[in-house]
Nanobody, 124 residues
Framework: QVQLVESGGRLVQAGGSLRLSCAAS????????VGWFRQPPGKEREGFAY????????YSDPSVRGRFTASKDGAKNTVYLQMNSLKPEDTAVYYC?????????????????WGQGTQVTVSS
């Protein structure tokens, strides 16, 4: 099985930066992508960025493009989300998830393994 452990969420002022980490352990897969999702208060969870674990190809939604960047450290089996120029509307619980098969979810994958979530709060 796979375990994902997230860390790095906290309270930050608008305009500030945070880096979230998503550490993975367990088996590996030939097809895999790590997606970043967030769930603002009272709203549905939605994906906004992902990174391929093999070639490090990344995608980010226009709402965060230019501010958020996904990256990976293969040696540490860890994926990062660098978040800059944070806004109050970025306040949410942030999740990472591992997709190991193609599907109909975010980015065309199916996400079977999820982290526990980390709270990011941006004050104005």
């Amino acid at each position: 099985q796979v375990q994902l452990v997230e860390s790095g969420g906290r309270l930050v002022q608008a305009g500030g930066s945070l880096r979230l980490s998503c550490a993975a352990s367990g088996r590996t897969f030939s097809v895999s992508v790590v997606g970043w999702f967030r769930q603002p208060p009272g709203k549905e969870r939605e994906g906004f960025a992902y990174i391929h674990t093999d070639d490090a190809f990344t995608y980010s939604d226009p709402s965060v493009r230019g501010r958020f960047t996904a990256s990976k450290d293969g040696a540490k089996n860890t994926v990062y989300l660098q978040m800059n120029s944070l806004k109050p509307e970025d306040t949410a619980v942030y999740y990472c998830a591992l997709g190991v098969r193609y599907g109909l979810e975010f980015g065309g994958y199916a996400y079977d393994f999820w982290g526990q979530g980390t709270q990011v709060t941006v004050s104005s």
